[in-house]
């Protein structure tokens, strides 16, 4: 696909314009929040606590007085850079054993590879999660490995399975009588052909990593305080929701939103790059 | 004519109803015992549903502390103050319709000072060198020693008095003298006790009183303000209580606790083995912004380890004003002019998770730098108070007069002071109220002013109540939800 036929189509699939502004709003706010936020997280104000939206506090104030907004956008940048890094581990690790495994389907490699990745996707990703914060602490880092580890099957099977289909084709077989060795055909010819793969499933990762790293946060395991975390401004509020709804309202809505534009995206990148869907589809 | 006959039925019916009183009530609590034995066992919990109301004592609280007589309705003291002569009430029965004579006391105090008893505070009875009894009624209680606090020892839940004959199934089937019977434990969920028809005393007004357990914060607020419960005795979430407050159906009530709230210190990890850095530790505390911040408000600022409603309390808060610049000055003084980094291991109470984060921002304006963990009790337990791997924690310290922790070097704080130590046995062998009194408030200034831990403030009792339900307690004495003088107002 062209260039200028990728940018048409995207303009054209509505869930991928919304989507990415949906995704796009949080990342910005994330970035701006290195620079600039309204107030300082930080900082408490135990006489200004629970205060609802007003001019000076747009998303109101919570049980220690700190800026609600000013923390969701803080928050963005922790939710994000959790994501990121557990979709990379599980990128980085995932997709080279996905590549090995489908050189020599029914290998011994494929088996131990496979056999491992099914025994890892077997556990409830949350629970071990929990396992791994509750055994070596919790903290931002533990949370990132614990999620990371339980995205590298999910890519490794993607990769193999889009591979072995790859590896049947003819030019694969000429690439072979001129010589190159099997690790070279991966890189050079196999992952080129899976990318529009990988990036729909990152996208789609990418959510749920949001949801794991607020789920985690929530119940304690996440990121520490004063770090603010989006699932654990929801856990703050929970016994003040009768008396301060805005507290859950309002991280409750960016985890909501960001999963949402993510989900969006990721089925509107699929219907534009997946090749499948392409050719059948359109 | 029919029709009107129908109506003032039921205009009668209607007022009649309103007319007659409640006399059942549900009390919430937020723990539930492990077994109803107060003579076996710490919980608290066992003493908040059955003491006074199951059980009695020879002497008993009153809600504000003081000693009433109890089973024993009068008392003398030999010259010596090592005789107590007690004249116990007669036609007492025990709920299964046995006298309570003065054998069963006899029984009660040797069970409980015996060598295998396993009494939760032994220490209650260790001055007995022997109990007699003189007749049916009347028990003669010989002390090696002079006892001041003899009669408030005995009004502990840990010293009431139990019958032979029920001694065996007492756990779950507990037979008391109290004007209360045990009638039904719905393990996990309730306890019902009913009134006692044979009691000696004023008959309670109360029929039947449920002690429901809850340990949810968000379930006892829907459970009460759905009027499941009548009362919720300790509250556990003190950010519900303004909403309590403005609702005209319930009373807030805000009572003293034993529980010193401190922010305690690893005296033997650096940088905190210099006073200087205990000091500025805990000149950099705002007290204030933590009860408002954590506590909404319900706490008493405190400035040593002692409870302030005590009479021998001195107010040494002014030990620690909050004053950042000089705290900035004593860290700089100390060797550390850019601060430096620690660890703060918070238990799950919400006093500690969010009192943790107010202080961990307020060190951070003096440049200590705290690093937040959050642990549930097992893990704080093995790290923290058993391994001493922490730099600062919070913690209530919920037991009476336990100032005494400060002489024990291997506490968890591990404050050793050789003076404090030698002070704190002087103590325990003093009987002369008013040096006992100098020798407490003496205490209660060295580890103020050697800055042991950050003394922040002492925890409130707080309970929310129907506001027709009168006459529970405020404040806790002892652990106890007396139910004898509770009753319901139109």
């Known amino acids: 696909m062209t260039e200028a036929g990728f940018l048409h189509a995207a303009l054209r699939s509505r869930n991928l314009v919304l989507g990415l502004s949906l995704t796009l709003v949080f990342a910005a706010a994330a970035l701006v929040s290195f620079l600039w936020t309204p107030y300082d997280v930080t900082q408490l104000d135990i006489p200004g606590k629970l205060q609802t939206p007003s001019a000076s506090h747009w998303f109101g104030t919570d049980h220690f007085g700190r800026d609600i907004l000013s923390m969701i956008m803080v928050g963005a940048q922790t939710s994000i850079a959790v994501a990121i890094v557990a979709v990379g581990i599980g990128m980085g690790v995932g997709v080279p054993l996905g590549l090995a495994a489908a050189v020599h389907r029914g290998s011994l490699m494929d088996e131990v590879i496979m056999r491992g990745n099914d025994l890892v996707f077997a556990f409830p990703s949350l629970l071990i999660a929990i396992m791994i914060t509750a055994v070596f602490g919790p903290s931002a880092l533990n949370a ?16 193999r399975g889009a591979a072995l289909s790859i590896w049947t084709r003819d030019f694969i077989l000429s690439a072979r009588v001129s010589g190159k ?70 991280p409750g809505f960016a985890i909501l939103l960001t999963v949402l534009g993510l989900n969006l995206a990721g089925d509107g990148l699929r219907d534009i790059l997946d090749p499948r869907i392409r050719r059948t589809g359109r | 004519m029919k029709r009107t006959l129908t109506l003032t039925t039921a205009l009668a019916l209607i007022a009649g109803g309103a007319w007659a009183a409640k006399t059942d009530v549900t009390i919430g609590l937020q723990l539930e015992p492990p077994h109803l034995d107060p003579t076996s066992a710490a919980a608290g919990a066992i003493d908040q549903v059955v003491y006074s ?43 299964d319709g046995t006298d309570l004579d003065a054998g069963d006391v006899v029984f009660s105090l040797d069970r409980a000072r015996a060598e295998e008893s396993t009494n939760a505070q032994k220490a209650l009875f260790a001055g007995i060198s022997g109990v007699e009894a003189a007749d049916d009624t009347t028990v003669k209680v010989m002390l090696s020693a002079p006892q001041g606090n003899f009669l408030f020892n005995m009004a502990w839940g840990d010293a009431v008095i139990v019958a032979p004959e029920s001694i065996e199934n007492i756990k779950t089937n507990p037979i008391g003298t109290g004007a209360f019977t045990f009638a039904d434990w719905k393990q996990g969920d309730s306890i019902t006790i009913s009134r006692n028809p044979n009691y000696w005393g004023d008959a309670p007004a109360l029929e039947e009183a449920t002690f429901k357990f809850i340990s949810e914060p968000t379930a006892a607020f829907g459970a009460m303000m759905a009027g499941d419960i009548d009362a919720f005795y300790g509250y556990p979430a003190p950010e519900n209580l303004a909403q309590f ?69 001195v107010d040494l808060t002014a030990n620690a004003p909050f004053d950042p610049a000089a705290a900035k000055a004593l860290l700089a003084e100390a060797g550390y002019p850019d601060g430096f980094s620690t660890t703060l291991k918070l238990p799950p109470p919400s006093y500690a998770r969010r009192g943790g984060e107010i202080i ?26 058993r391994g001493y791997d922490y730099g600062l924690t919070i913690v209530s310290h919920t037991e009476p007069m336990d100032i005494g922790i ?61 506001a027709k339900l009168n006459g529970i307690w405020e404040n806790a004495p002892t652990q106890a939800v007396d139910l004898t003088g509770v009753s319901w107002s139109e």
């Open chain 2, 406 to 466: 400060y002489a024990r070097p291997e506490y968890y704080f591990q404050y050793d002071n050789a003076d404090f130590q030698t002070l704190i046995n002087d103590l325990s062998v003093e009987n002369d109220p008013a040096t006992r009194s100098d020798l407490l408030k003496k205490a209660q200034t060295i580890i103020s002013e050697d800055y042991v831990n950050g003394f922040l403030f002492q925890l409130a009792l707080t309970s929310v109540v129907d």
């Open chain 2, 53 to 95: 109301n199951v059980f009695e004592g020879l002497t008993r609280f009153g809600p504000d502390g003081s000693v009433n007589p109890g089973l024993a309705e009068s008392w003398e003291i030999s010259e010596d103050g090592t005789t107590y002569t007690f004249k116990l009430r007669s036609g007492v029965k025990f709920h």
């Open chain 2, 360 to 385: 961990a921002a307020q060190l951070r304006e003096i440049g200590i730098e705290t690093e937040i963990s959050n642990l549930e009790w097992a893990q704080w337990l093995e790290q923290a108070f």
């Open chain 1, 181 to 250: 060795g099997p690790a070279r055909i991966s890189i050079e010819h196999i992952l080129p052909n899976v990318t529009n793969l990988l990036i729909v499933q990152g996208t789609i990762q990418f959510s749920l990593g949001i949801l794991a790293e607020a789920a985690l946060s929530y119940v304690g395991l996440g990121v520490q305080p004063p770090t603010p975390s989006w699932g654990r401004m929801l856990a703050d509020s929970q016994t003040l929701i009768s008396l301060a709804p805005h507290m859950a309202l309002f």
């Open chain 1, 144 to 159: 990132i490995i614990a999620i990371g580890i339980f995205n590298i099957p999910v890519f490794a099977r993607l990769t």
């Open chain 2, 245 to 313: 407050e403005a609702d005209p159906r319930f009373n807030v009530l805000a009572g003293n606790t034993e529980g010193e709230t401190i922010l305690a210190i690893n005296n033997k990890m650096e940088p905190f083995d210099d006073v200087k850095v205990r000091k500025a530790v805990s000149m950099a505390i705002d007290r204030q912004a933590i009860i408002d911040g954590a506590m909404f408000g319900y706490g008493t600022p405190i400035g040593t380890h002692f409870a302030p409603h005590n009479p021998d309390y």
